[in-house]
């Protein structure tokens, strides 16, 4: 499980489709409140989140 609020940039990129560009859109988004926010605040595409939404978790800052 990696935490969206504290994962490195280069744990993020071993997430199944999230590359440079999503890894970075994470990380400047932060902080996130529900993992859903990657797709509310138009992160990542629902796609993408529904491939990595059961290895990610968030613990709000």
Same mark, same amino acid.
């Given at each position: 499980? @990696? *935490?969206?609020?504290?994962?490195?940039? *280069? #744990?993020?990129?071993?997430? /199944?489709? @999230?590359? *440079?560009?999503?890894?970075?859109? @994470? /990380? &400047?988004? +932060? !902080? $996130? #409140? +529900?993992?859903? &926010?990657? /797709?509310?605040?138009? /992160?990542? !595409? #629902?796609?993408? $989140?529904?491939? @990595?939404? &059961?290895?990610?978790?968030?613990?709000?800052?």
């Amino acid at each position: 499980m @990696i *935490d969206i609020n504290s994962g490195t940039f *280069d #744990q993020l990129k071993t997430l /199944v489709g @999230i590359g *440079d560009t999503y890894a970075k859109r @994470i /990380v &400047e988004g +932060r !902080p $996130y #409140q +529900r993992t859903g &926010e990657l /797709v509310t605040k138009n /992160v990542i !595409p #629902q796609m993408n $989140y529904d491939r @990595i939404k &059961e290895h990610i978790m968030t613990r709000p800052k």
